[in-house]
């Protein structure tokens, strides 16, 4: 069996309050087409946080739309499986399963309850995909443990293997051993399961949540081509670098299965980047406001595209309008040079540090115009919460305020 893995699309994304990246994902979007056209797996598997929000507006749901179906016509042999992640709305992106059914598309949003052996018998197989070359178990995003219905899906199938296909466990978590850098946060603010938790039976598990491309106990994420013995567990990383921490090359995995229990070979294929991160200046610190503006020219002449942030020294005078000059500064080059306000102080004095740091996490929040935003991003500290009703509550609210303004 053959498959391209991916995951962690984001579309939708709006970076620093004021960049969409509609561009950047289409540019994405023709790559992985002609690698499904070039390789033409078996399937095209997705491993959730297919938009950044969970009620994406219109445009975003069309390129979603467009994107799939214009794949599926162009490699209609393909299967394209789909499940949901923490950014995504499960119930919304389950709803539209039987549709995209008719395209040969699987999408999986609601994961099975946590006491399942109360469920109907059968109830495994609206988790299972059947190719003629393997099985693909679509398992969306999940609060708790699932380790009881994990292992009753991958036994089921278990025993319908008969002839010893591979079997290919889709996910979207995070896994003890993984390397989180460039994620912007700490281990303690997500859930991480154990590997045994994750069930026993599998020969690829692709997962999704984390965006650094990586292969679980093995350090070789630089090599194009790597084979594993049956059971690994890899995240693919996600499409875009979504933030400039995310300083590692991006990739799709093209993963080839030959039988159930064999090895299992991984090529990856990197992702060439619309636009690029940087930070200026590009050797050493600013020192002051002028080499600040000066790096920022620079920087704007030379490359005339991509994302900044700046490095400043902790004693630099800055003005109160310094971001409004900027962007001013930036104008000219019709959104193409993208700056990031967060900058990156240095020297600061160290009873400032973690002042310092405490500050950066209250800026982000103070830039978030939406409530929903902030309980997204810190939505693994509930567990069991039912994220989908918040927010038809907070539209119900905004709907009402809405119309009250208008009376």
């Not at 969306?140 to 219905?149: E, K, V």
């Not at 089921?156 to 008969?162: D, G, P, Q, R």
Request: hydrophobic share 40%; with cysteine; net charge negative.
């Amino acid at each position: 069996m053959k498959i391209i893995h991916t995951a962690d699309l984001h579309l939708g994304q709006i970076l620093y309050q004021n960049y969409g990246r509609e561009d950047e994902h289409n540019y994405f979007f023709q790559q992985l087409q002609e690698w499904c056209q070039q390789y033409s797996p078996d399937a095209l598997v997705v491993s959730g946080d297919i938009f950044d929000i969970q009620h994406p507006v219109i445009s975003v749901k069309r390129m979603f739309n467009d994107f799939f179906v214009r794949l599926h016509r162009s490699v209609p042999a393909m299967r394209i499986v789909i499940v949901a992640g923490n950014h995504d709305s499960a119930m919304r992106l389950h709803a539209d399963n039987s549709i995209w059914g008719m395209g040969d598309v699987v999408l999986v949003g609601m994961p099975p309850v946590s006491n399942s052996h109360e469920l109907p018998d059968g109830w495994q197989n609206d988790y299972i995909v059947r190719l003629p070359q393997g099985y693909i178990i679509a398992m969306p995003y999940y609060f708790g443990s699932r380790s009881q219905a994990v292992q009753s899906i991958l036994d089921f199938v278990a025993n319908e293997n008969t002839d010893n296909k591979p079997v290919v466990l889709l996910g979207h978590l995070a896994v003890n051993g993984m390397d989180i850098s460039g994620l912007g946060m700490d281990v303690g603010r997500l859930q991480v399961l154990n590997t045994d938790e994750l069930g026993k039976g599998y020969d690829y598990m692709a997962l999704g949540h984390i965006h650094r491309p990586q292969t679980l106990g093995f350090n070789d994420e630089f090599q194009p081509v790597s084979t594993y013995p049956s059971g690994i567990i890899r995240y693919s990383g996600s499409a875009l670098h979504v933030s400039c921490d995310e300083k590692f090359p991006h990739s799709v995995s093209l993963v080839t299965i030959d039988h159930h229990g064999g090895p299992v070979t991984v090529e990856r294929l990197r992702i060439q980047q619309l636009r690029h991160f940087f930070e200026l200046p590009a050797e050493g610190v600013a020192q002051s406001v002028e080499e600040i503006f000066s790096s920022i020219m620079e920087f704007a002449e030379t490359k005339q595209s991509g994302y900044f942030r700046l490095k400043i020294n902790y004693d630099v005078e800055l003005p109160p309008d310094l971001n409004q000059q900027i962007y001013s500064l930036i104008e000219p080059y019709n959104n193409e040079v993208r700056y990031n306000p967060k900058a990156i102080y240095f020297n600061a004095p160290e009873q400032l540090s973690h002042t310092d740091d405490n500050a950066l996490g209250l800026a982000v929040i103070q830039q978030m115009t939406d409530p929903m935003d902030f309980i997204r991003q810190t939505i693994d500290q509930y567990p069991g919460l039912d994220i989908d009703m918040l927010a038809e509550a907070f539209k119900e609210v905004e709907d009402f305020l809405r119309t009250q303004s208008n009376q």
